[in-house]
């Protein structure tokens, strides 16, 4: 099992017999970590009971698995993802073209650099973890709340959710939330 842990981060050259590679491995391992990061699952490793030989298999193949939250994510983070994940290092994105994605610019509709302020996402993440009366004293709390606040609060709220149905799903927490929160 141990064998099979040090290679589930491993691009695909590195598993090749020639063992020949260079810094776009790295770029290979950022894309494992932002798929990571888009789906809560590893792309290629499902977890115990995976042998070494489907492991380097799954990885070796070129293909980045369709996980139903990775379809769900936006166009532009699917296709940064799938760039960082190329089997071949010469068709992987360098790392300086990577930061250059439209994902990852502030002017692309719907992009991660697009960061409401952190903390309306620890508080949701807060609430959701609270207790019903500790919601409901919050709630109450909510409405002393001073005007300018609320209309900041209420601004962000209306960015995250696209649809405008009065609801934020996961898929628009990931669309408009700050790149460091785990999700």
Known sequence: M??????FAQAPEMLS??????EKVDVWAIGCILYLLITGQHPFWPGRGTSEKQLI??????????HPNFRAAPAAAQDLTVQLMAKDPLRRAAAQDALRHPWLRAE????????LDKSVFEGLCKY?????LKRAVLKLLAKEADEERVKKLREQFRTLNVRQDGYISR???LQGGPRSLPM
Do not use: M
């Open 108 to 115: 692309s509709p719907g992009s991660a650099a697009q960061v």
């Open 128 to 132: 959701q973890a609270s207790s019903k």
């Open 171 to 173: 898929e628009e927490l």
């Open 2 to 7: 141990e064998r099979v842990r040090g290679h």
């Open 57 to 66: 298999q799954s990885i070796t193949s070129g293909q980045v698995p369709q």
């Open 17 to 22: 017999s020639d063992g020949s590679y260079g």
